[in-house]
C-alpha cells in the first residue's frame, strides 16, 4: 500500500475529536486532501512533527493527538522520541509511513530500510510499539489503526508503505491561516 | 542574581506555565527553581529545535504560553524552527538565551564565535532582544512580553553570567 492509501485507511477510523499534527512536504499535502480539516498542517521544521504534537498533548491532555509522519522526517528529528518515551503523554499516537525515501524532494534514499523500528522505540522506553509492512498487513490495516488511535496511552506505530506515486496540490492556506483555523476549533 | 523565586513568580503570573529546553550552568540556579515549582512544567528537551517544536506546539493547544531556556550555542540549532515554524505561523515564544563567550568565557574559546555574533545571529533571523539585568528585569520582562504578546513572534533576552544562577 502507498502512504496516501493509509491514511484514506485513517480516514475510515477516525471519531473527529483527534487533532492531527502531519510532517511537511507529501504528508502534510496527503491530511490536507485526505482527512477533516483542518489540522495542523507543518509546512516546514522537517524533524519537529513528533515535539510539536508532544506540545499539544500537554497542552490539551483530554485531547487524542495524532502525529503522522515521513520517515525522514522522524529519522531527523529522531531524539524527540527519546523525550516522548520519557514524557509517556497518555494521548499522542504517532503513525510513522516509512517509504524508506525523501520522496517529496525527489525520492532519495533516505537510511530507514537497515533500522528496526521496533527495538528502537521499544529501547528508547515505549512498551506500545507496532511495526507493521502495510503489503502483508492489508487485510487488517484498518483494524491495526483503528487500535492505534483508540488504544489507551502513548501508542507508536510503524507502517512500511510504498512510494507514492500521485504528488497532490500544495496546501492553499498560508500557516498563519493554518494556525488561525487549528485555534478555532478548538473554541467550538 | 535576580531573586529566582520572584522571577518564576513574575512569569507564572504572566500565564506561562510550560517551560523546556536544553541547559546551560548560566541557568543552574533557576532551573534547581523551576523543577521544583508547581505552576510551570518544565520539559528537558534533547535538542533547542526540538525546544522549540514543543513550545510552538503548546501555544497551538490554545493558546497557552511557554519560555525555552538554552544557550546561545542554541540559537544555531533553531533556525529553522524559528523561520519555518514559530515566526511562520505566529507563535509568541520568550527565548532566555545565555550570552556565552564574553570576557568571564576567556578560559572556554568553544564559547568565543558565538559570543561574537550572538547579536547578528539575532537580527538576522529578525528576533527582538533585550539584556536581562539584575538592576531593571521586571521593566525588561514587562518590554519583552508585551513585544512578544503585540507581535506574536518570539523574542529574546540574553543573560549574561551571575544573572540567573551563582
Redesign the interface.
Known sequence: MKGAEVISKLNNVLSGEELI?SS?GNVSRQAFHLLPQPQ?Y???????????????????PG?DIIVLTGDGNFLM?L??M??VA??KPLNLKIIILDNELYSTTGGQETVSSNMGYLELVLGMGVQNINSIDSIEKEDVIEKILSDTIKDPGLQVLHIKVEEDTINLENIPWH??E??ER??KQ?DI | MIDLQEFISYLSDHDFT?SSGVPCSYFKDLLINLEKDPDI?Y?????E????????????????K?FLIMQNSGLANIG??L???AQ????PILLFVSYRGLEPDNDFPEHSIMGEVTESVLEAYKVPYWNLEESNWIKTLDLAINKMDKTSLPVCLLVEKGVLSE
Open positions: 499534527v511537511n495542523l507543518l509546512r516546514g521544521s522537517m524533524g519537529l512533527p513528533v515535539p510539536v504534537g508532544l506540545g499539544l498533548a500537554i497542552a490539551l485531547k528529528g531524539s524527540s527519546a523525550t520519557f514524557l500557516p498563519v493554518i494556525k487549528f485555534l478548538l | 510550560l512544567y520539559v528537558p528537551a534533547t535538542r529545535d526540538e525546544a522549540v517544536g514543543i513550545a510552538s506546539g503548546y501555544f497551538l493547544g490554545d493558546g497557552k511557554s529553522d524552527a523561520t519555518s515554524l511562520l505561523y505566529k507563535i
